[in-house]
C-alpha cells in the first residue's frame, strides 16, 4: 500500500514507511518477509500504534496484521482461546463474551492489538494477576528466516 505518515497514540513518534503491507494469511506474512530478505529490507509489524517508544518506526517495510483478526476456536473444556494476533482487545472481548468467557485482566484501554500488548508487557493491575502475557499459552511465529515455529 502507498505510504504515508504514520504516528503513534501521542504523536511524539512520526515516520514513514516505504511500503505498508496488510497481509491475510500466514502465508503471505512468510511471503514478505522472504521479499524483505531478497531485498535487504527491514520490517517492524504495528498493532495499534499506542506504545510510547520508537518501537514501530520504519523507513522500510511496516506490516499490520489487522487483516488477521478474531478468535479462531476456543476449547471450552481447557478455557484456551486461539486467536489471530491482530486482534484488537475489544474486539477479543466481544467474542470471548459471546462464548462466555474474558481474559482474566485488562489494563486500562480497550484498541490495543492482542500482539502489541503482549509483546510490550502491557499489564492491568491486582496483586494476584500476571501481566497479559502471562495468558499465553502457545504462539506460532514467523521467524525472520520465513521458517514457522510453534
Ligand atoms: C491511552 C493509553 C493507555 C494505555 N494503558 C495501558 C495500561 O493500562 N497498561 C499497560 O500496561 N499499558 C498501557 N498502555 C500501553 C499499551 O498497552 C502498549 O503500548 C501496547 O504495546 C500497545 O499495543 P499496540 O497494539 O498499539 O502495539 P504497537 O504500539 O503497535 O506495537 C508494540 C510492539 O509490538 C510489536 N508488535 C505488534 N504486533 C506484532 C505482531 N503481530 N508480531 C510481532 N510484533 C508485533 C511492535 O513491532 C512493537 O514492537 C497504554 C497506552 C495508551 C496510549
Keep these: 500500500m502507498k505510504s504515508m505518515l504514520w ?4 504523536g511524539s513518534v512520526k515516520f514513514k514507511p516505504n511500503q505498508v ?4 494469511s500466514i502465508e503471505e506474512v512468510v511471503n514478505l518477509v ?11 509489524v504495528v498493532g ?29 473444556e481447557e478455557q484456551i482461546a486461539e486467536v489471530w494476533a491482530g486482534t484488537k482487545l475489544e474486539q477479543l472481548g466481544n467474542e470471548l463474551y ?7 485482566n485488562l489494563g486500562d484501554i480497550n484498541v490495543q492489538s492482542i500482539a502489541g500488548a ?3 508487557g502491557t499489564h492491568g493491575t491486582g496483586i ?3 501481566i497479559l ?18
Design 98 to 104: 459471546e462464548s462466555g468467557f474474558s481474559q482474566e
Design 128 to 130: 494476584d494477576h500476571g
Design 118 to 120: 503482549f509483546l510490550t
Design 48 to 76: 495499534s500504534c499506542h506504545s510510547f517508544t520508537p518501537l514501530i518506526s520504519t523507513n522500510d517495510y511496516l506490516l499490520s496484521l489487522d487483516n488477521l483478526n478474531g478468535v479462531i476456536s476456543i476449547n471450552k
Design 133 to 150: 502475557s502471562t495468558q499465553i499459552e502457545e504462539m506460532t511465529v514467523v521467524l525472520p528466516s520465513g521458517d514457522l515455529l510453534d
Design 21 to 24: 503491507f496488510y497481509p491475510s
Design 34 to 44: 522472504k521479499k524483505a530478505n531478497s531485498e535487504n529490507k527491514k520490517i517492524r
Design 7 to 10: 504516528k503513534n497514540w501521542s
